[in-house]
């Protein structure tokens, strides 16, 4: 059933790529109204919603639905459907311990990969995901953090998928920087977190160095461009603005006890960052 108390947000990221093609699908709802909001490479759009519900595992936004086994989309100049394949969680909540807690924003990763199946249409244009891979999470709470980075890229040349999250985290009467961090690499999970007592030993927009008892991770970062606009949740209306990158250059390097894992890059990684000065 859908016990939807219309106070803060709820939100999910459908994630669809194929080489350079991409686009993501934001369903959800806040104290504002419901929406869905669209990125890809030509730019975001935001779409108005009148009747929104999630029952049985379908997130229903008008005439649009998401399920874990796919999504149809019919939105104004948008129209599609893509299947996806089965899903690949993590092994359990990404929050860890806090997920007990009562947090400002908290984060759920449902999918790190699936395969796709099918196209959408954007203004005419055929945009086709057969053979690509898809991700999927979702964030509820009040307000996205004041300053944070946000990266997650599964489109490699071995099978690698990860999500990184470096955030300001209001806690009780204090505050933290709180990390939390996912790799499945040839099917086994890598979990970097605060609450396992991750090190932050690099961090800025361009580098982070992790490390994590024998564990060290190194993440290089390039954007293509500063971003295209979205609707962020603030005291739970939709009345921020965040920016999203596609298709940012990642090279992602995994060591453990010494010996690495592996090194890869990719030219198709999702990238939020909203600096410290700008909150």
């Not at 993501?24 to 104290?31: H, L, N, S, T, V």
């Not at 999504?71 to 997920?99: Q, S």
């Amino acid at each position: 059933m859908d016990m939807w108390v219309q106070k803060g947000f709820e939100g999910w990221y459908f994630k669809h790529q194929k080489g350079d093609d991409m686009v993501a699908f934001i369903p959800g709802r806040a104290e504002s109204g419901a929406f869905v909001q669209m990125i890809s490479q030509e730019g975001a759009r935001q779409f108005a919603i009148e009747d929104f519900s999630v029952r049985h595992g379908v997130i229903r936004a008008d005439k649009c639905w998401f399920t874990r086994h796919g999504c149809r989309i019919e939105l104004p100049g948008v129209c599609g459907k893509i299947d996806y394949g089965p899903f690949t969680p993590l092994a359990g909540d990404i929050m860890g311990p806090f997920r007990f807690f009562p947090m400002q924003c908290r984060h759920g990763v449902l999918s790190m990969s699936h395969s796709l199946r099918g196209s959408v249409a954007i203004d005419g244009q055929l945009h086709c995901f057969d053979g690509g891979v898809g991700y999927t999470e979702k964030d509820s709470g009040t307000s996205f953090p004041r300053s944070y980075l946000w990266m997650q890229c599964n489109d490699f040349p071995r099978p690698c998928s990860i999500m990184l999250s470096v955030a300001h985290v209001p806690f009780f009467t204090g505050s933290f920087c709180g990390c939390i961090c996912a790799i499945v690499y040839r099917g086994k999970e890598y979990r970097l977190a605060t609450y396992k007592g991750v090190r932050i030993q690099a961090f800025s927009p361009r580098h982070i160095c992790l490390s994590q008892g024998n564990l060290l991770l190194e993440l290089d970062m390039l954007p293509s461009f500063g971003g295209h606009a979205l609707r962020a949740p603030q005291q739970g209306k939709m009345s921020g603005t965040i920016r999203e990158s596609c298709n940012a250059h990642l090279r992602v390097r995994l060591w453990k006890k010494g010996t690495r894992i592996f090194d890869l890059e990719s030219d198709h990684a999702a990238y939020e960052i909203v600096p410290r000065h700008e909150a």
